[in-house]
């Protein structure tokens, strides 16, 4: 069996024609994959930041009512009740309400 340069060459071919759209697609995977980890990662990141903030903002309530606590006590009335009334209100309705990212 003889092996002639024109059937080397039509190998070549064939292997060149299947393999460079393998390898541009392997190689676009691998960027795919690449994005995907970042996105997942900047979403972490994301998620520290939003728990962070509600805390602060949790804090910020909690002394908000402590000052409208202390009105009251001094016989402030009227908005100062209605804001007590309100945010115990929310509070109260936050406590019982399930958290959807979790």
């Not at 996105?39 to 998620?47: I, K, P, V």
Request: glycine share 8%; aromatic share 4%; with cysteine.
């Amino acid at each position: 069996m003889m092996i002639d340069l024109g059937a080397i060459a039509a190998w070549m071919g064939t292997i060149t024609a299947i393999g460079t759209p393998l390898t541009v697609m392997a190689v676009k995977i691998g960027r795919f994959l690449k994005r995907l980890d970042n996105l997942e990662d900047w979403t972490r990141h994301q998620q520290a930041d939003i728990e962070d903030s509600k805390q602060e903002r949790e804090i910020l309530l909690q002394a908000s009512l402590a000052c409208l606590k202390g009105l009251e006590e001094q016989g402030c009335n009227g908005p100062v009740k209605k804001g007590i009334e309100d945010i115990e209100a929310f509070l109260c309705d936050r406590a019982h309400r399930g958290q959807s990212y979790k």
